[in-house]
Structure formats: C-alpha cells, structure tokens
C-alpha cells in the first residue's frame, strides 16, 4: 500500500485539506442571515425544484419591459406553482402614457383583479367598485310602533368588522323617533342609536359599529325605527351602505 512521501511532497495537499476543513467549519458555525442587499441591478429569483419561478424581485431580463431611460425595469412578481402571475408591481407598456408601475393582484387567467390607478396616483383602478343610487323622496316604509322595528334588512356575507349606513329619515309632525342598526342574525345592535327630532326629513350615518360573527359568515342586518313621542310615523330609506374597517 503506497503512502504520501514525508518532507515538502505531501505539506501542499495537507495544507489544502487543512483549509477546507476551516472552510467547512466556518459555514457550519455561520450565523443566520440577517441582512443582505443585491446592488448594481440585480435580481432575486425564487425557483421551485422543476426550476419554475415563483419569485422575482430586481432586474427583468425582458428588453421590452426597459424603462424609458432603457435601463432594466425594476420590478416584483409572485408566480403561483403553476406558473401564472398572481402579485406584482411592474409597468408591462413602459413606452406608453409614461413609466408608471401599479399594483395587481391577478387571477389564473392573468386579469387585474385588485390593481391601484397610477395615472391619478389615488385609488383603485379595478375592480370597479359599484355606486348604488336610491330615491330621494319621502320614504315609502314608515312605522307608527313605540318598538324598534325593521324598515330594511340586507342579507350579507361578512367580509369587514364594522359597518355604515346611510340612512334618509322623515318623522311627520309632532313625531320625534329613534333609527339604529341591528344585526338580526345575531341579536345585537351595531353602532349607536341615532336620535330624530320632530318633522324633519334628514339624512344620518348609523356606525361604523363592529359586525360580529365570523368572516363570511352569512348575516342579517336591519335598519330599525321607532316612534318616541307623537302620534304620527317614522320612515326610513336606506341610501347607501359600506363595510368599514378596524380602528
């Protein structure tokens, strides 16, 4: 069995396998990484064990999507393990209207189901979110009970923890009442009771009051009146209605 010769022969592959082993311990006893930065343009880019991507983060390779100064667009995407886009920030016509990237969420089709309006740089651009209009006379449903009872109701899936709503209010004269909101699925009133005065015709915001229940739990929510002194009615019409967030 042959052996490495002694002397200078076998000091440069010993010396080589002593760096190695520092090397290897060094890795081992490395700490975590904390903070990292990719300068001059780079990209992070996620891939899946098929080499799929499914984050992008930095420099498009994409030429077209150059941004006018013909630098690489900087940009961010998150791919689904299928492939299709779901997030990203990125400007896809920079040569058009100007370089102005948004923010999409997209589904499995590829369409901008959640994106911001870069061109006024305020607010949505989808989805487009619909405008109810209602009547603006008297209100057609109107109560004579000393109770609370219920003048509308809307049938929901929960999706916010507080709710508003817009309410026309009429009390003939000589009548004063009270409106509130009741979430009748769970018993419980949202937000505080609003106060009518005598003959009047006004509008009034009821909430935003907590919606108890869990998200998308189907709920019942009521818009209630009651007649508090006078002989005459009490009417409302719902105008519009949002759900509000927390806080």
Do not use: C
């Amino acid at each position: 069995m042959g052996q490495y010769a002694p002397g200078s022969d076998r000091d440069p592959l010993f010396e080589r396998i002593r760096i190695l082993e520092q090397r290897i311990k060094a890795l081992e006893t490395a700490a975590p990484l904390r903070n990292a930065s990719i300068s001059d343009g780079g990209a992070l880019i996620v891939k899946d064990r098929d080499g799929e991507t499914l984050i992008r983060i930095g420099r498009s390779d994409d030429p077209a999507l150059n941004a006018p100064d013909g630098n690489p667009q900087m940009l961010f995407q998150l791919y689904r393990s299928t492939g299709e886009v779901a997030f990203e920030v990125i400007d896809p016509l920079p040569a058009v209207d100007g370089f102005q990237q948004f923010v999409a969420i997209r589904d499995r089709a590829g369409n901008a189901i959640v994106a911001d309006d870069t061109t006024s740089g305020q607010g949505l651009s989808r989805p487009f979110v619909p405008v109810p209009f209602a009547d603006y006379d008297v209100p057609a449903v109107t109560t004579t009970s000393g109770t609370f009872t219920t003048l509308q109701r809307a049938s929901i899936y929960k999706q916010h923890p507080r709710l508003i709503v817009h309410v026309l209010v009429q009390t003939s004269s000589g009548t004063s009442g009270e409106v509130r909101l009741w979430n009748a699925t769970a018993g419980e009133q949202i937000g505080a009771t609003e106060v009518i005065a005598t003959n009047v015709y006004v509008q009034t915001f009821i909430g935003p009051g907590a919606v108890n229940g869990d998200h998308e739990a189907p709920l019942d929510i009521d818009v209630q009146a009651r007649r508090t002194a006078g002989a005459g009615t009490i009417g409302t019409r719902v105008l519009t209605a949002w759900g509000y967030p927390s806080g």
